[in-house]
């Protein structure tokens, strides 16, 4: 179903009935991958709102050149659309972690109760090995532009990106802008303004937005418990389902 | 000799991607297997620009995103009207509309190429105007005393104005659950199920981001939704009767008919892609099948429609009343899987279209649309 935010068309799912809670996907996915964990919160007594975030799922691209500022607005924005009085807890996963984490501290967002699932959010430091793969990663364009390495160019750059981290940006398309101006702020600043009980939920194995930066969130968030699953990855919640949907149902109580 | 056929897919509409599948599977392919034509396809961007070339009929073109590199290098289609129809240099025997929506399905690419004097596949500009408005469709209906469910409809304009009194005014007027429609749009896009005034609003304001014109309607209690894909000019022949099976969004949208691979199979036959989920044939209680063959013909004769049409019907399996819902002239991929499953081919089928596309252009040729007069003379 879709639902006209600030001028801004954005496909929805409600479902269930009870506490509202709002799921938030990260970056390249859509509301669909939260069908699992919505499944569960419905039968655990929620009404459960999904949004496929603009650029993504079947949301146009926004009318701008966003950054993450404009998605924390527009999910506010929704949160009254939807007449939500009490939001009982907002989740978050890579990207939607982000929008939360700004949203929240800046006090767009309002929820009783927070759950960050393998958050982004923390800039890397620039190391010297990103530096060199980075460099490999460009030289890595301009040979495959050559007359000859045109076919095999897709692949080769898909991989030397996804070796500095950069899967998303080669998939992004139209969402290249918005993907950079993402990447670019470190939203750390934040971290400490947000007072609601916050659950990490981090994947041990979580290679994208690595453990690391679940404990730095930890550290810098007050009132946060962290809670890691040494199967999952970075979707930890579909990856350790039982685990994950344990940890949330005693979290929300 | 081989006729030569162009078939124009794309367009600036809101189903241009449905439109290359239409045209590069459902009609290119067959109308190339059945070996008596010579086959131009005709690409129509979202920017509105016309391009053509053999390499339009790869469907790997457009998936992998290539196509962005070609518009950019090709040229555009040259026109030219001399009391027929050349597309560059290449004199074009009849055309082949694959175009959904807006542009395209409408009427507008109908009148261009009644313009030029054209056989051309499918409905005609005036009956094509007529499908394509939801409100106009079923005011034609009506007026023709096939059922209708309740409706009431309003302009983008008069919504934006006052969207709290509007938004109540159809509230008033109608009881829920009511459909809130787009009336250009096909596909489903932008349809929303509201069961209270706060959705209806917000209903309203997706549908007018949309179009310039609004349909409010009732549900049909007991529904069972059904749909009939016809072809004919003068005696139109029904294929079978398909029911879609609608999900949890309890009706058949958009990503359950082109995107969602399925759903729960109820029984029927299975039916997967571009039309999601289906029974085909439907099995309906006793002596609904020719009530509704009847009244899905009576809507194609009442609208005008020639060539080729799907009527969608709404059922309430209560009182066995069967309502005109929506017609559309340019059916996804000309609905050739429910011709297989009703024994017709697909080559089949579009060499039949093409037959009668080139009947009713015989036809109107024995009309009279110019006179001699002295009128001049006296200037």
């Given at each position: 179903m879709k639902v006209l935010v600030n001028g801004q068309l954005i496909e929805y799912k409600k479902e269930g009935q009870g506490n509202a809670v709002l799921l938030l996907h990260g970056w390249g996915t859509s509301l669909a991958s939260f069908d699992q964990l919505s499944q569960h919160l419905v039968v655990t007594g929620h009404e459960v709102f999904r949004i496929d975030f603009p650029g993504f799922g079947a949301s146009p691209v926004p009318n701008g050149n966003w950054s993450v500022g404009e998605y924390a607005e527009l999910t506010a924005a929704f949160v009254g659309k939807m007449n939500i009085s009490k939001l009982t807890a907002i989740f978050g996963h890579s990207f939607g972690g982000r929008v939360i984490i700004k949203g929240v501290a800046t006090g767009l967002l309002q929820p009783e109760k927070v759950i960050l699932m393998g958050s982004a959010g923390i800039k890397p430091k620039t190391t010297a090995k990103m530096i060199a793969y980075r460099t490999v990663a460009k030289t890595g364009k301009a040979v495959t532009a050559l007359p000859g390495l045109n076919k095999m160019s897709k692949s080769l750059r898909e991989r030397l990106y996804a070796a500095v981290g950069s899967s998303d940006y080669q998939q992004s398309g139209a969402m290249k802008q918005v993907f950079l101006n993402t990447i670019r702020e470190d939203l750390t600043q934040?971290?400490?303004?947000?007072?609601?009980?916050?659950?990490?939920?981090?994947?041990?194995?979580?290679?994208?937005?690595?453990?690391?930066?679940?404990?730095?969130?930890?550290?810098?968030?007050?009132?946060?418990?962290?809670?890691?699953?040494?199967?999952?990855?970075?979707?930890?919640?579909?990856?350790?389902?039982?685990?994950?949907?344990?940890?949330?149902?005693?979290?929300?109580? | 000799m081989k006729k030569t056929v162009a078939v124009y897919f794309g367009g600036r509409s809101t189903e241009h991607d449905i439109s290359i599948i239409t045209a590069l599977s459902s009609v290119i392919k067959p109308l190339e297997m059945a070996g008596q034509y010579t086959i131009i396809p005709v690409y129509i961007t979202k920017q509105g620009r016309w391009i053509s070339g053999p390499k339009l009929k790869d469907i790997s073109l457009f998936s992998s995103g290539k196509i962005e590199d070609f518009i950019k290098k090709a040229k555009p289609v040259t026109v030219t009207f001399d009391g027929g129809f050349m597309l560059n240099k290449t004199r074009?025997?009849?055309?082949?509309?694959?175009?959904?929506?807006?542009?395209?399905?409408?009427?507008?690419?109908?009148?261009?190429?009644?313009?030029?004097?054209?056989?051309?596949?499918?409905?005609?500009?005036?009956?094509?105007?007529?499908?394509?408005?939801?409100v106009l469709a079923k005011q034609v209906a009506e007026a023709n005393n096939i059922p209708t469910s309740k409706f009431v409809f309003l302009t983008r304009d008069e919504f934006l104005a006052d969207q709290v009194g509007e938004t109540a005014k159809v509230a008033a007027t109608l009881s829920y659950p009511l459909f809130v429609k787009p009336a250009h749009l096909g596909s489903s896009i932008g349809i929303t199920r509201?069961?209270?005034?706060?959705?209806?609003?917000?209903?309203?304001?997706?549908?007018?981001?949309?179009?310039?014109?609004?349909?409010?309607?009732?549900?049909?209690?007991?529904?069972?939704?059904?749909?009939?894909?016809?072809?004919?000019?003068?005696?139109?022949?029904?294929?079978?009767i398909e029911r879609p099976l609608a999900t949890a969004d309890e009706?058949?949208?958009?990503?359950?008919?082109?995107?969602?691979g399925g759903g729960k199979k109820t029984g029927g036959a299975k039916q997967t892609g571009?039309?999601?989920?289906?029974?085909?044939?439907?099995?309906?209680?006793?002596?609904?099948?020719?009530?509704?063959?009847?009244?899905?013909?009576?809507?194609?004769?009442?609208?005008?429609?020639?060539?080729?049409?799907?009527?969608?019907?709404?059922?309430?399996?209560?009182?066995?009343?069967?309502?005109?819902?929506?017609?559309?002239?340019?059916?996804?991929?000309?609905?050739?899987?429910?011709?297989?499953?009703?024994?017709?081919?697909?080559?089949?089928?579009?060499?039949?279209?093409?037959?009668?596309?080139?009947?009713?252009?015989?036809?109107?040729?024995?009309?009279?649309?110019?006179?001699?007069?002295?009128?001049?003379?006296?200037?």
């Open positions: 934040y971290l400490p303004a947000i007072a609601a009980p916050t659950l990490l939920l981090w994947g041990e194995r979580d290679t994208e937005t690595p453990l690391a930066d679940g404990k730095l969130m930890h550290a810098k968030i007050s009132k946060s418990e962290l809670i890691v699953l040494p199967n999952a990855g970075h979707f930890v919640y579909d990856d350790d389902f039982d685990g994950a949907t344990k940890a949330i149902d005693r979290f929300l109580g | 074009i025997d009849i055309n082949f509309p694959a175009m959904h929506g807006s542009f395209g399905e409408d009427g507008s690419l109908m009148g261009v190429f009644r313009m030029a004097g054209i056989p051309f596949v499918g409905a005609d500009m005036d009956s094509s105007v007529i499908a394509m408005d939801k509201v069961t209270t005034e706060e959705e209806l609003h917000n209903a309203l304001e997706v549908a007018a981001y949309y179009d310039n014109k609004i349909i409010v309607e009732e549900a049909v209690a007991n529904l069972i939704e059904v749909t009939v894909p016809i072809i004919g000019n003068k005696v139109p022949k029904p294929a079978l009706f058949f949208d958009f990503e359950n008919k082109y995107i969602r571009s039309q999601g989920y289906s029974e085909l044939p439907v099995v309906l209680p006793e002596g609904l099948d020719d009530k509704v063959l009847q009244t899905a013909i009576a809507t194609y004769k009442a609208l005008g429609l020639q060539g080729m049409g799907r009527v969608d019907l709404l059922i309430d399996s209560k009182s066995q009343t069967v309502y005109f819902n929506e017609v559309n002239p340019l059916p996804g991929s000309i609905y050739a899987h429910n011709w297989r499953a009703a024994g017709v081919s697909t080559v089949d089928l579009v060499n039949e279209l093409v037959q009668l596309a080139e009947q009713r252009f015989s036809d109107n040729s024995q009309l009279n649309t110019t006179f001699s007069s002295s009128f001049l003379q006296q200037f």
